[in-house]
């Protein structure tokens, strides 16, 4: 009865990282841009060594693969929310310094005039260094990415000043993996850069598009891996019953 308690114990072990994975995608429904990942998926090993010949081993094996599908697009109306097209994603230099990217397009201007993003990650230009927009200006973006900035002081006729172009790149070609921030990175290659598919990247100005995590969907799928592990905790109990009863029947026949 030893090889199903352990059986259990291991599969209740390695399912967290499955209950995990899904616990996030349920706290980033809201997040904007949000992608989750590909499913984990549980393998089975023979576990080695005297003794173990009838067990074997569940093992969690997960892939962090982002899942590109696009989300909801809604109309924000509000001047620094950009909306990635298609599968182009933002480049970012996140806190320690490193190339990210990104779909999430709710930018904001920080004390120094530096566009970034709501989590303090900075917007890159074409030339890889941080977008800067003049103290007072009004910011606004155009499909291919650029940004202008207009003098709001000036008569209503001011042209506005081409600033920078954000840093867009096509993510078709390639296989992305979430950073412990919560960026993308080219699976296995941190901090290097997408290569340039010569597609046209765009975006879209003044909206923001939602996760493309299904909350009822995730919900079910939650619940599922509660069934799963009670059902593992039951089959814990019961082993333990039927020693106890088996050890009860050897002591009365003695």
């Known amino acids: 009865m030893d090889r199903l308690a352990f059986n259990a114990a291991a599969a209740i072990n390695e399912g967290r990282t499955a209950r995990q994975m899904t616990t996030n995608e349920l706290a980033n429904v809201a997040t904007p841009g949000f992608k989750r990942s590909f499913e984990a998926a549980m393998l089975t090993l023979k576990v ?3 003794g173990f010949e009838s067990r ?3 093992q969690a094996f ?3 693969n982002i899942n590109m599908r696009p989300g909801v ?7 620094l929310d950009v909306a990635m097209d298609e599968q182009a994603v933002m ?3 996140a ?3 490193e190339l990210g990217f990104t779909r999430r397009g709710d930018l904001r201007l920080n004390g120094k005039g530096v566009l970034e993003l709501s989590n303090g990650a900075i917007v890159r230009g074409r030339s890889g260094g941080p977008i800067t927009i003049p103290a007072g200006f009004l910011v606004s973006f155009s499909k291919d990415g650029s940004v202008y900035a207009t003098n709001p002081g000036q008569a209503d006729n001011a042209q506005p000043v081409l600033i920078d172009r954000i840093l867009l790149r096509d993510a078709s070609q390639v296989s992305l993996e979430r950073r412990t ?3 993308y990175q080219i699976t296995g290659k941190p901090n290097e850069d997408i290569p340039d598919t010569n597609k ?10 939602g996760s493309n995590v299904n909350a009822m969907e995730v919900m079910v799928k939650l619940m599922d891996q509660a069934r799963s592990f009670e059902m593992q905790v039951n089959v814990i109990k019961q082993s333990k019953d039927t020693d106890e009863a088996g050890a009860s029947m050897m002591r009365a026949n003695a």
């Open 48 to 50: 080695q060594g005297a």
């Open 56 to 58: 074997l081993q569940p």
């Open 62 to 64: 997960s892939t962090d």
């Open 73 to 79: 697009i809604v109309k924000t109306g509000r001047a």
């Open 91 to 93: 480049g970012v230099t």
């Open 95 to 97: 806190t320690n310094g």
């Open 181 to 183: 921030d919560g960026l």
């Open 200 to 209: 046209l990247t765009t975006l879209s100005p003044e909206t923001l598009e």
